[in-house]
Protein backbone atom coordinates (compact mmCIF):
# COMPACT_ATOMS: atom_id res chain seq x y z
CA UNK A 1 0.00 0.00 0.00
CA UNK A 2 0.51 3.74 -0.68
CA UNK A 3 3.15 5.34 2.38
CA UNK A 4 4.76 8.21 2.96
CA UNK A 5 8.70 8.37 3.12
CA UNK A 6 9.43 8.78 6.68
CA UNK A 7 13.28 9.34 8.49
CA UNK A 8 14.89 8.18 10.67
CA UNK A 9 13.79 4.68 10.62
CA UNK A 10 15.41 4.89 14.64
CA UNK A 11 16.90 6.98 16.61
CA UNK A 12 18.94 6.85 19.96
CA UNK A 13 19.45 9.54 21.89
CA UNK A 14 20.41 11.02 25.41
CA UNK A 15 17.81 12.77 27.55
CA UNK A 16 17.92 16.44 27.43
CA UNK A 17 18.52 16.05 23.51
CA UNK A 18 16.55 17.91 20.62
CA UNK A 19 14.84 15.15 17.96
CA UNK A 20 13.91 16.15 14.53
CA UNK A 21 12.07 14.06 12.21
CA UNK A 22 10.18 14.35 9.00
CA UNK A 23 8.25 13.10 6.30
CA UNK A 24 8.18 12.92 2.24
CA UNK A 25 5.68 12.26 -0.61
CA UNK A 26 5.31 12.50 -4.08
CA UNK A 27 1.48 13.40 -3.55
CA UNK A 28 -0.04 16.21 -2.21
CA UNK A 29 -1.44 16.67 1.11
CA UNK A 30 -4.33 19.13 2.52
CA UNK A 31 -3.78 17.72 6.46
CA UNK A 32 -0.04 16.48 7.64
CA UNK A 33 -0.88 14.42 11.34
CA UNK A 34 1.57 13.70 14.02
CA UNK A 35 1.00 10.87 16.23
CA UNK A 36 2.74 8.75 18.62
CA UNK A 37 2.10 5.17 19.77
CA UNK A 38 3.39 2.74 22.39
CA UNK A 39 3.90 -0.70 22.67
CA UNK A 40 0.49 -2.28 22.50
CA UNK A 41 -1.37 0.87 22.22
CA UNK A 42 -3.14 2.80 19.02
CA UNK A 43 -1.46 5.73 18.13
CA UNK A 44 -2.49 8.91 20.17
CA UNK A 45 -2.93 12.42 17.74
CA UNK A 46 0.01 14.81 18.89
CA UNK A 47 -0.53 17.67 16.09
CA UNK A 48 -2.78 18.40 12.96
CA UNK A 49 -1.60 20.82 10.22
CA UNK A 50 -3.93 22.29 7.64
CA UNK A 51 -1.90 25.17 5.64
CA UNK A 52 0.82 24.92 3.80
CA UNK A 53 4.08 26.49 5.88
CA UNK A 54 1.98 26.50 8.85
CA UNK A 55 4.43 26.23 11.56
CA UNK A 56 2.12 24.82 15.39
CA UNK A 57 3.61 23.78 18.54
CA UNK A 58 2.04 21.83 21.32
CA UNK A 59 4.41 22.27 24.23
CA UNK A 60 8.21 20.47 23.46
CA UNK A 61 7.16 19.23 20.15
CA UNK A 62 6.91 21.93 16.86
CA UNK A 63 5.92 21.08 13.55
CA UNK A 64 5.66 22.19 10.18
CA UNK A 65 3.47 21.78 6.86
CA UNK A 66 5.80 22.49 3.81
CA UNK A 67 5.26 24.72 1.35
CA UNK A 68 5.22 22.34 -1.69
CA UNK A 69 2.54 20.62 0.78
CA UNK A 70 4.53 17.36 -0.15
CA UNK A 71 6.51 17.04 3.29
CA UNK A 72 6.67 17.74 6.99
CA UNK A 73 8.83 17.97 10.18
CA UNK A 74 8.54 17.25 13.59
CA UNK A 75 10.79 18.44 16.49
CA UNK A 76 10.71 18.17 19.71
CA UNK A 77 12.64 19.37 21.89
CA UNK A 78 14.73 18.83 25.49
CA UNK A 79 13.48 14.86 25.46
CA UNK A 80 12.74 13.54 28.33
CA UNK A 81 12.12 9.49 28.82
CA UNK A 82 8.11 9.58 28.77
CA UNK A 83 8.86 10.23 24.48
CA UNK A 84 10.01 6.81 24.10
CA UNK A 85 8.08 5.51 20.86
CA UNK A 86 7.00 5.46 18.25
CA UNK A 87 6.23 8.40 15.96
CA UNK A 88 4.16 8.67 12.85
CA UNK A 89 3.59 10.76 10.06
CA UNK A 90 0.04 10.79 8.60
CA UNK A 91 -1.05 12.93 5.41
CA UNK A 92 -4.90 13.28 4.76
CA UNK A 93 -5.34 13.42 1.19
CA UNK A 94 -7.66 15.66 -0.78
CA UNK A 95 -11.37 15.17 -0.53
CA UNK A 96 -11.89 12.23 -3.20
CA UNK A 97 -14.37 9.88 -3.52
CA UNK A 98 -16.16 10.51 -0.47
CA UNK A 99 -12.77 9.37 1.75
CA UNK A 100 -10.90 10.49 4.66
CA UNK A 101 -7.92 8.67 3.77
CA UNK A 102 -4.83 8.62 6.13
CA UNK A 103 -1.75 7.67 4.71
CA UNK A 104 1.34 6.61 7.26
CA UNK A 105 4.64 6.63 6.99
CA UNK A 106 6.44 3.78 8.28
CA UNK A 107 7.89 5.59 11.83
CA UNK A 108 10.24 6.65 13.60
CA UNK A 109 11.24 4.76 16.80
CA UNK A 110 12.77 6.94 19.55
CA UNK A 111 14.78 5.34 22.45
CA UNK A 112 16.55 7.80 24.95
CA UNK A 113 19.41 6.72 27.16
CA UNK A 114 19.10 8.42 31.09
CA UNK B 1 -15.27 11.84 27.55
CA UNK B 2 -14.66 8.27 26.69
CA UNK B 3 -11.67 7.77 23.73
CA UNK B 4 -12.49 5.49 20.97
CA UNK B 5 -13.49 2.15 22.22
CA UNK B 6 -12.80 -1.18 20.17
CA UNK B 7 -13.63 -4.74 21.55
CA UNK B 8 -12.35 -7.46 22.00
CA UNK B 9 -8.66 -6.09 22.93
CA UNK B 10 -6.95 -9.55 21.73
CA UNK B 11 -8.39 -12.72 19.44
CA UNK B 12 -6.72 -16.07 18.40
CA UNK B 13 -8.13 -17.41 15.30
CA UNK B 14 -7.34 -20.27 12.97
CA UNK B 15 -6.68 -20.38 8.95
CA UNK B 16 -9.95 -20.33 7.40
CA UNK B 17 -12.53 -18.76 10.09
CA UNK B 18 -14.67 -15.55 10.51
CA UNK B 19 -14.09 -12.92 12.79
CA UNK B 20 -15.90 -9.53 14.04
CA UNK B 21 -14.57 -6.28 15.44
CA UNK B 22 -15.97 -3.76 17.01
CA UNK B 23 -15.43 -0.15 17.43
CA UNK B 24 -17.70 2.54 19.26
CA UNK B 25 -16.73 5.99 17.92
CA UNK B 26 -16.21 9.44 20.22
CA UNK B 27 -19.37 10.54 21.71
CA UNK B 28 -20.52 12.87 18.32
CA UNK B 29 -17.99 11.47 15.81
CA UNK B 30 -20.05 10.10 13.06
CA UNK B 31 -17.35 8.96 11.12
CA UNK B 32 -15.75 5.60 11.92
CA UNK B 33 -12.48 4.54 9.80
CA UNK B 34 -10.85 0.88 9.97
CA UNK B 35 -6.60 0.37 9.98
CA UNK B 36 -4.77 -2.62 9.54
CA UNK B 37 -1.23 -2.50 11.05
CA UNK B 38 1.62 -5.03 10.51
CA UNK B 39 3.96 -5.07 13.05
CA UNK B 40 6.85 -2.88 11.99
CA UNK B 41 4.83 -0.64 9.49
CA UNK B 42 2.72 2.02 9.76
CA UNK B 43 -1.17 1.82 9.46
CA UNK B 44 -3.10 0.61 6.16
CA UNK B 45 -6.66 2.64 5.19
CA UNK B 46 -9.29 -0.52 4.90
CA UNK B 47 -12.19 1.33 4.97
CA UNK B 48 -14.45 4.68 6.13
CA UNK B 49 -17.89 4.54 7.18
CA UNK B 50 -20.22 7.75 7.53
CA UNK B 51 -23.97 8.52 8.26
CA UNK B 52 -24.22 4.22 7.73
CA UNK B 53 -22.64 4.29 4.36
CA UNK B 54 -19.51 3.16 2.94
CA UNK B 55 -17.18 6.52 1.69
CA UNK B 56 -14.04 4.76 0.86
CA UNK B 57 -12.14 1.57 0.37
CA UNK B 58 -8.42 0.77 0.59
CA UNK B 59 -6.76 -2.23 -1.31
CA UNK B 60 -7.95 -4.89 0.75
CA UNK B 61 -10.05 -7.75 -0.67
CA UNK B 62 -13.56 -8.47 -1.04
CA UNK B 63 -12.89 -10.89 2.10
CA UNK B 64 -13.13 -7.84 4.53
CA UNK B 65 -16.45 -5.62 5.44
CA UNK B 66 -17.80 -3.05 7.26
CA UNK B 67 -20.95 -1.73 8.85
CA UNK B 68 -22.14 0.92 10.66
CA UNK B 69 -24.99 0.83 13.08
CA UNK B 70 -27.29 4.17 13.71
CA UNK B 71 -25.73 4.76 16.95
CA UNK B 72 -22.58 5.12 14.95
CA UNK B 73 -20.73 2.31 16.08
CA UNK B 74 -19.02 -0.49 13.61
CA UNK B 75 -17.97 -3.68 12.80
CA UNK B 76 -15.48 -5.01 10.60
CA UNK B 77 -15.88 -8.57 9.82
CA UNK B 78 -12.93 -10.63 8.23
CA UNK B 79 -14.09 -14.23 6.11
CA UNK B 80 -11.86 -16.94 4.95
CA UNK B 81 -8.96 -15.67 7.72
CA UNK B 82 -5.05 -16.02 6.04
CA UNK B 83 -2.07 -16.24 8.59
CA UNK B 84 -0.79 -12.77 6.74
CA UNK B 85 -4.40 -11.15 8.63
CA UNK B 86 -2.60 -11.28 11.74
CA UNK B 87 -2.37 -7.84 12.24
CA UNK B 88 -3.36 -4.64 14.98
CA UNK B 89 -6.71 -3.55 13.74
CA UNK B 90 -7.41 0.25 14.68
CA UNK B 91 -10.79 1.93 14.60
CA UNK B 92 -10.48 5.80 13.93
CA UNK B 93 -13.57 8.21 14.75
CA UNK B 94 -13.79 11.95 13.39
CA UNK B 95 -16.44 14.27 13.40
CA UNK B 96 -17.58 14.37 9.94
CA UNK B 97 -16.35 12.73 6.95
CA UNK B 98 -14.18 16.14 5.67
CA UNK B 99 -10.11 15.79 5.11
CA UNK B 100 -10.04 18.86 7.61
CA UNK B 101 -10.78 16.82 11.14
CA UNK B 102 -8.62 14.96 12.59
CA UNK B 103 -9.15 11.47 13.35
CA UNK B 104 -9.11 10.11 16.98
CA UNK B 105 -7.69 5.91 16.91
CA UNK B 106 -8.70 3.60 19.67
CA UNK B 107 -6.65 1.32 21.41
CA UNK B 108 -6.76 -1.96 18.57
CA UNK B 109 -7.67 -5.28 18.39
CA UNK B 110 -4.98 -7.87 17.99
CA UNK B 111 -5.50 -10.30 15.95
CA UNK B 112 -3.38 -13.93 15.37
CA UNK B 113 -4.77 -16.27 12.96
CA UNK B 114 -2.33 -19.87 13.19
Known amino acids: GQQLNQSPQSMFIQEGEDVSMNCTSS?????WLWYKQDPGEGPVLLIALYKAGELTSNGRLTAQFGITRKDSFLNISASIPSDVGIYFCAGQQPFIQGAQKLVFGQGTRLTINP | DAGVTQSPTHLIKTRGQHVTLRCSPI?????VSWYQQVLGQGPQFIFQYYEKEERGRGNFPDRFSARQFPNYSSELNVNALLLGDSALYLC?????????????FGPGTRLTVT
Open chain 2, 27 to 31: SGHKS
Open chain 2, 92 to 104: ASSRSREASYEQY
Open chain 1, 27 to 31: SIFNT
